[in-house]
């Protein structure tokens, strides 16, 4: 029990980790450009895919991971320039239903260039085995994943508050208007929010592609956390999106991993495991609705 | 001329099984029936979003609750549809104003992913409900009867019941609308502080307006769980949602006929395309980007623009 508990809640941070890459992009491109996209999901299925491919005609996961940044830039990059752009002056329902869209496009899109089949990606060979943790064996790839996001994470909070670039970040999610007026070049600006935000949900696809199936749709659902997590942070804000990010993994798979196993204790085997995995996957959406009756604009409230 | 047209299209709906089956096109009965059913949810949509302006990204849980309750209550034996109907309509306006409460305490962009996630909270329970099929779904065991010596089993009267609900549903929308409750709820859109600086509740007519779509949501889900003799957990996915959204937005958003017109289009888009393309989603999508972006306000703004540049701007989205 003592060696479940250890592993899940290691789990539980390491997928915490993860969805902060993704929540946090998806927050940085509301809070900067009031953009609500959908297909953000869409671009951890995408780099799954590029590096699995990439990893698969190579056979090194590091060269996937390598070629499959850059390349998720450039997507991303000609998107922006091709639909996005046009769509930051309209309103949010427009831009639900081009980002839907996109969604549709991406994944039949992948089935289409590769095949319905799930695509395998391995992890790399060095990471393969356990490592022991204060005497218990736990995943030297999971550990890996985790450490990648703490890394990116404090980078990324270098990036917005010691440099210039994140200080026009922060100016734009403020005012947009004043750093126009004071001759920022804020379509380079988007741009570049827009691309580095899809690369950071496109790294934690790689990364997590070992470890899930890389198939057509696998950004769909983990875009609906993503949505929980900004939600519960606050919309527009890169700290509220970290503890958003960490209040959601740990309750997830906590929750999906330990309450089965507690309610066989005072429950009959059979009810427990019918209610359980439900409750245990509904965990996370009660928690949503009791932030938010409690402060209806998310924890870290980005903007009044 | 309008009622004129208008009557041409009812009695040209009404004779359209006949005429399939004359001209022997019985397959396309069925997807008539699905027209007619996805019409009523995606107007039930239309009359929050496009004259309530709530984008909700939630709505495909009251049409799966509808069609959960078919299948529960024929596996339990009941064969009434009235006593289906009537459930049905409950547990969509208990769920309806479940939802709304939390929701439409928020605004905006908050609005469309709470209403996302709080549907994703019973897609989820149904998932998990292993008693009724979980992940599988849940089988149907034959259509519920009517009574009053009206058959539905065969297909001309299936179709002819969704055909009457349909209609039901926008008499009931068309008169909600033109009175006060449905002027109120278009001024609260236009202007929501205004509304309330003249003293209207606000919270409280969206919230009433949020539990009426529901209810016909929940009505249209009971159909199709008459129609396909199945419910899965998939009938409440977010992405169906999404798809609802876009079945009023091709339709046109805030048009009195964008619900049923959006539905139409749809599906005889999927329709065409399946047939041909294995990846026809892709199609979907394109055709989809290209409206948003050329004509944001759908198929049937196209058809009126000329008399709405007379009239001037007088449907917003």
Redesign the interface.
Known sequence: MANLIFEQVLNSLQFGVMLFLIASGLTLI?GVMNF?N?AHGSFFMIGAYLAAYIAGATGSFWLGLLGALPATAAIGFLLEWL?FR??YK?????H???T??????F???V??IWGPQPLPLNMPAAFAGPVMLFGLPYSSFRLLVMAVGILVAIGLYLLINRTRLGMWVRAGSNNLEMVTAMGINIRLLFRLVFSFGLVLAALAGIMLGPLVAVQAGMG??VL?LA??V??IGG?GSVPGAAVGALIVGVVDTLGRGLLPQLFALFLSADAA???G??????MI??V??AV??WR??GLFPARS | MQRLLLLFFIVLAVLLPVLAQATGMEYYIGVLTRILIFAIVASSLNFILGYGGMVSFGHAVFFGLGAYVTAIASFHGVTSAWIIWLVAALVSALAGLMIGAIALRTRAVYFIMITMALAQLFYYFFVGFRYYGGDDGIQINGRPVIGLGLDISGDNGFYWLVLAWLLVVHVLLARLLKSRFGLALNAMRENERRAQAIGYPTLRYKLAAFVIAAVIAGIAGSLIGMSNLFASPKLLHWSQSGILLVMVALGGVGYFYGGILGAAVFLLLEEILSTHFEYWQIYVGLILLLVVMVAPRGVSSLMTIGKSLKQGEQHGA
């Open positions: 509301f609500v959908l639909v046009r769509l309209k309103d949010h329902m427009v639900v239903l081009a839907f869209a996109l969604i549709l496009i994944n039949d899109g089935r289409m769909d659902d609906i949505f929980v900004v939600v919309i495991a019918s209610v995995p439900a409750l245990g996957s509904m959406y009660l949503m609705i938010l009756f209806p604009s």
